[in-house]
C-alpha cells in the first residue's frame, strides 16, 4: 500500500500533509503534554488518544442521526473491485460484506479476521490449497434477495475483468490463476459466467476455492473489499462505482463524485445475519472539499464528524487543533513507513558499502523533523517492517543504531563506508522526489544537507508526483536519470510480511512499468524465504519467517527508513464507539461509529 496506497499498482489513501518542516514541528509541540486533553474538553471531547488502540465512549452510542464525514479527496472507485485507497475499503464494508473481515476491536486485535458472510472461517485442507466455506442464513441484498455463493464467486471473478474494471488489487487473480487462463466474465463463453474453475459453488450456501498453489495468506485476501459479493444483474461494469448494489446495512441514496456521497438504511439488511456491524447512525453523509484547510476548519467548528481520508490534519489545523482541541484528537501510528531507497542500478548503489554510507551519514531527527517532528510524523524508522505486521520488533530492531548513537548522523563511519566502497571523496547523485508531496521535499532537502557532511553532492529531482508509475516505476528511466536516492512510503495492503513487503523485495516483482522494487533487489535467500512463508500455515512460523526477510532487507542496506508514520486525527465531540484498528493502517474503524446524540 503506497500513499494513495503510494506508488503504482498501490495505491492506498494516506497523502503526505503537505507542509514545510518549521510549521510541522510547530504543530507538533502544541497543547503540551496534557493527557487528560488540554483545550475541547468542555464539549465532551474524551481526551488526547483516547481512541487510540482502545475504545472511547463505547457506552454512548444511540441509534439513529447522521453521521457526518468530510474529505479532501474522494475515493480512486466506490466499485469494490476497483477501490485501493484505504479509506475506501475501511468505508465499503458500509454496502458490502465480504466472507471474512478484521474484527470490529481496537489496535492489533482488528487485524484477526473474523467470519462475516460466512458460518466461520475456512475449512482448510491439509495441504493448505482447498478453502471451504458455508454461507450465513438470513444474508440479503438490499432488494431482500438472498446472497447466494454464486454472487460471491461472481464478485470474485470481475478481478479478471482488468481491462474494464483496473485499479483495485490483483491479489486474488494472482493467487487463483496465476498462469491467466480465465478471462473475466465480461469475456466468459460459459452460459452462466461463472466459468472460473478454481472457484466451485456446490450449492447456493457453499464456496470452495482450490488454490494451485498453497499460500497461507489466502484468507487474508478473502477480507479485502475486492472479494465482496456482486449480483451479476445489478453489474453495470465500469459505472458500478457511481452505485453499488448493497449486501451491507446502508446502500447508496446520492453520489456527485468529487462534491458528496449519502448513504441510507438497507432495510432488508437484517442485524441477526451479520455479527459485524452494529449500524448506528441512520444516514451517512461525505462531503468533498478542495482545499484541506477548509475541512480542518469545518471539523474545529463541528460541521463535520471526522475526516474520511484519515490523513491527519493539514499543518494549520493541526496547529489549531493542538493548542485548543487537543480531547478531540487521536495520534495513531499509521502502519506506514516512509524512506529513502537507493536503485542498484545507478552507481555506486551497486555496492552495499556505498548505500550504508548514505544511512550512517543521515541526520535521523532532522529527518523526522522535517516530516513533522515525533507527534505528527512519527517514531524514528530503525528498520523496513512497520510495527502492525506479525515480526516487527519495532525499535527494538535497529542494527544501524538510526535511533541511538548514530540519530544524528555518524561521520566517521559513514567515511569509512565510502572508503571501503571504493569513493573516500564522496561522490554525486540524484535524489527524486515527488513535486505535489511538500514534506517530501523538505525530506530530501534534510537528506541533502547532512550527507554533503561526508561529500556526497546531492541535488533534488523534483518530479511529477501524478505520474510515479512512469518515472520511478520505470528501472530504464530510473538509470537513464540516475536517481540513485528515490524517496517514497509503504504501508501493508493486508497485515503480513506479504501484504506489505512482496512487491518491494521478492525478485519476481521487479517489473518494466509499475514497478515498486526500486532498489531491484534480486536476492535468492529473501525470495526463497517468501517462497517458505507462503507455504507455512501455523502463525509462529510465518512470523519468524517475517522477522528473518526484514533482517535480510535492513542486512543488504537498500534502504534508509525515516519514520514509522503517524498522524493527528480529528475525531468530533459528538462521536461514540470510536477506536483505531491495525487492520486499517491506524485509521478508526468506520464501521461501527456512532453517534452520543441523534441529531
Not at 457506552?59 to 479509506?87: E, H, I, N, P, V
Not at 486485535?109 to 442464513?137: C, H, I, M, N, Q
Not at 465480461?186 to 459466467?193: E, G, I, Q
Not at 521535499?441 to 508526483?465: E, Y
Amino acid at each position: 500500500m503506497t500513499t494513495q496506497r503510494t506508488s503504482g499498482r498501490r495505491k492506498k489513501a494516506f497523502a503526505a500533509a503537505a507542509a514545510v518542516a518549521a510549521l510541522l514541528a510547530t504543530a507538533a509541540c502544541g497543547g503540551g503534554n496534557d493527557d487528560n486533553g488540554g483545550g475541547g474538553s468542555k464539549t465532551g471531547a474524551a481526551g488526547f488518544d483516547a481512541a487510540n488502540n482502545k475504545v472511547a465512549q463505547a457506552s454512548l452510542a444511540k441509534k439513529g442521526g447522521t453521521l457526518r464525514f468530510g474529505g479532501a479527496q474522494d475515493a480512486d472507485s466506490w466499485d469494490t473491485t476497483r477501490g485501493y485507497y484505504g479509506f475506501m475499503w475501511n468505508f465499503a464494508r458500509y454496502y458490502s460484506r465480504q466472507l471474512v473481515t478484521g474484527k470490529t476491536e481496537p489496535g492489533k486485535a482488528g487485524a484477526e479476521l473474523t467470519p462475516d458472510l460466512a458460518t466461520g472461517l475456512a475449512k482448510v485442507s491439509d495441504d493448505g490449497k482447498t478453502y471451504t466455506y458455508t454461507l450465513r442464513d438470513g444474508i440479503t441484498w438490499e432488494d431482500g434477495k438472498p446472497i447466494t455463493s454464486k454472487d460471491v464467486k461472481y464478485g470474485i471473478e470481475r478481478v479478471w475483468a482488468q481491462d474494464v474494471l483496473s485499479g483495485g488489487p490483483t491479489y486474488l487473480k494472482d493467487f487463483l490463476d496465476p498462469k491467466g487462463e480465465y478471462k473475466g466474465p465480461y469475456k466468459d463463453t460459459s452460459k452462466d459466467k461463472l466459468g472460473l474453475k478454481s472457484i466451485v459453488t456446490p450449492d447456493d450456501k457453499t464456496i470452495e476455492f482450490h488454490l494451485p498453489k498453497a499460500n497461507s495468506d489466502f484468507q487474508e485476501v478473502l477480507g479485502l473489499v475486492s472479494a465482496s459479493p456482486v449480483r451479476q444483474d445489478k453489474d453495470t461494469k465500469s459505472k458500478y462505482g457511481l452505485k453499488p448494489f448493497s449486501s451491507g446495512p446502508y446502500k447508496f441514496e446520492s453520489y456527485s463524485p468529487g462534491k458528496s456521497l449519502t448513504l441510507v438504511r438497507n432495510t432488508e439488511w437484517k442485524q441477526s445475519s451479520d455479527p459485524i456491524r452494529k449500524a448506528y447512525p441512520d444516514k451517512i453523509t461525505v462531503q468533498f472539499f478542495s482545499d484541506a484547510n477548509q475541512l480542518d476548519q469545518r471539523l474545529l467548528n463541528g460541521d463535520l464528524d471526522l475526516d474520511i481520508n484519515q490523513t491527519g490534519m493539514s499543518p494549520q489545523g493541526r496547529t489549531t487543533a493542538l493548542k485548543e482541541h487537543k480531547a478531540n484528537l487521536d495520534n495513531p501510528v499509521s502502519g506506514y513507513i516512509r524512506y529513502a531507497t537507493f536503485p542498484q542500478s545507478v552507481k555506486p548503489f551497486d555496492n552495499a558499502e556505498c548505500r550504508k554510507a548514505v544511512i550512517l551519514g543521515a541526520d535521523h531527527v532532522s529527518l523526522q523533523t522535517a516530516r513533522g517532528g515525533p507527534v505528527a510524523g512519527g517514531d524514528i524508522g530503525t528498520n523496513m517492517l512497520p510495527p502492525s505486521v506479525p515480526g516487527s520488533e519495532g525499535q527494538k530492531y535497529d542494527p544501524y543504531k538510526i535511533s541511538g548513537a548514530n540519530k544524528n548522523g555518524n561521520v566517521e563511519e559513514a567515511k569509512a563506508a565510502l572508503k571501503a566502497c571504493g569513493k573516500p571523496n564522496g561522490f554525486s547523485t540524484t535524489i527524486a522526489v515527488r513535486n505535489n508531496k511538500p514534506v517530501e521535499v523538505a525530506t530530501a532537502q534534510s537528506l541533502q544537507a547532512s550527507l554533503k557532511k561526508i561529500g556526497i553532492n546531492a541535488q533534488i529531482d523534483q518530479f511529477d508526483g501524478s505520474q510515479t508509475t512512469g518515472i520511478i516505476g520505470s528501472p530504464s528511466n530510473v538509470k537513464k536519470k540516475g536517481y540513485g536516492i528515490i524517496i517514497m512510503g509503504w504501508g501493508p495492503d493486508f497485515p503480513t510480511v506479504q501484504g506489505f513487503g512482496l512487491p518491494l523485495w521478492d525478485s519476481k516483482y521487479i517489473a518494466e512499468s509499475g514497478n515498486n522494487n526500486f532498489a531491484l533487489i534480486d536476492d535468492k535467500t529473501i525470495d526463497g524465504l517468501f517462497d517458505q512463508y507462503v507455504t507455512t500455515l501455523d502463525e509462529a512460523g510465518k512470523t519468524k519467517i517475517s522477522t528473518e526477510i526484514n533482517h535480510k532487507v535492513m542486512e543488504g542496506a537498500y534502504y534508509l527508513p525515516f519514520t514509522f508514520e503517524k498522524f493527528i486525527n480529528w475525531r468530533g465531540d459528538n462521536l461514540a464507539n470510536v477506536y483505531t484498528s491495525d487492520n486499517y493502517s491506524g485509521m478508526y474503524d468506520f464501521v461501527n461509529l456512532g453517534l452520543k446524540s441523534a441529531k
